[in-house]
C-alpha cells in the first residue's frame, strides 16, 4: 500500500511526545533504542486484542521484521513520554482506499503494560484527532476487540462514535469525521 498521509509529522500533549519514527529507523543508534523498548512493550498481553497481522513472528529477528512490516504499510509513530527518551508506546496510522470520496484513515496503538490505567491513551488519541490538520472528507476508523472495553472507552472519550454499520459480532468498529478546513 502506497503510504501517502501527511497531515501531521508530531505533536505532544500534556504528558507526551508522538513523533514519526523514519529517523530512528534510520539511524543505526536510534534504532537500537527502539527495538529494545518494543522488547519491553510487544508482550503477548499488550498484543493479545490486536489483529493476528500485528503479532511478533517468531525467532531473533522477530522485532526487526516486526518493524519492517509497520514501516511498509503504515505511518508509524513513536509515543515518549515528555521530558524523557522513554518509549512507552506506538501509534500507527495507515490510509485505505477511498470510498465514494472520502478518505479513510485507520487507527491504531499500544501502549506497554507499564503505561496501562493512567490516561495515556486518551491523551494520545485526543491529541491526534486535535492536532491532524485533515482534508475535507476525512474519517478515522479505529476496530476494538469487544473483550476490549478500555480501548472503546479511549475512542469514545477523543470523540468517535461506534458504528454498528461497519461493527462485527467480534470488534467494534468506531468512526471520527474529521472537521472540515
Given at each position: ?21 523514519e529517523d530512528l529507523l534510520e ?129 469514545l472519550k477523543a470523540g468517535f ?13 468506531f468512526v471520527y469525521i474529521a472537521?472540515?478546513?
Amino acid at each position: 500500500m502506497q503510504k501517502k498521509w501527511e497531515a501531521l509529522k508530531e505533536f505532544s500533549s500534556a504528558r507526551l511526545e508522538v513523533f514519526r519514527w523514519e529517523d530512528l529507523l534510520e539511524s543505526g543508534e536510534a534504532r537500537k533504542p527502539l527495538e529494545d523498548a518494543l522488547t519491553t512493550i510487544l508482550t503477548p498481553a499488550v498484543l493479545a486484542h490486536l489483529p493476528p497481522s500485528l503479532h511478533l513472528g517468531a525467532g531473533k529477528n522477530a522485532i526487526d521484521a516486526w518493524i519492517s512490516a509497520r514501516a511498509a504499510e503504515s505511518h508509524v509513530f513513536v509515543v515518549q513520554l515528555r521530558g524523557s527518551s522513554e518509549i512507552i508506546g506506538l501509534l500507527i496510522m495507515v490510509e485505505l482506499p477511498a470510498e465514494k470520496d472520502v478518505r479513510t484513515l485507520h487507527l491504531g496503538y499500544l501502549l506497554g503494560e507499564s503505561a496501562w490505567g493512567k490516561g495515556f491513551a486518551t491523551e494520545l488519541v485526543s491529541g491526534l484527532v486535535s492536532s491532524a490538520r485533515f482534508e475535507d472528507n476525512t474519517q478515522i476508523i479505529g476496530g476494538v476487540d469487544k473483550n476490549n472495553g478500555a480501548s472503546a472507552r479511549v475512542l469514545l472519550k477523543a470523540g468517535f462514535k461506534r458504528s454498528a454499520a461497519l461493527s462485527t459480532p467480534e470488534t467494534d468498529q468506531f468512526v471520527y469525521i474529521a472537521p472540515s478546513s
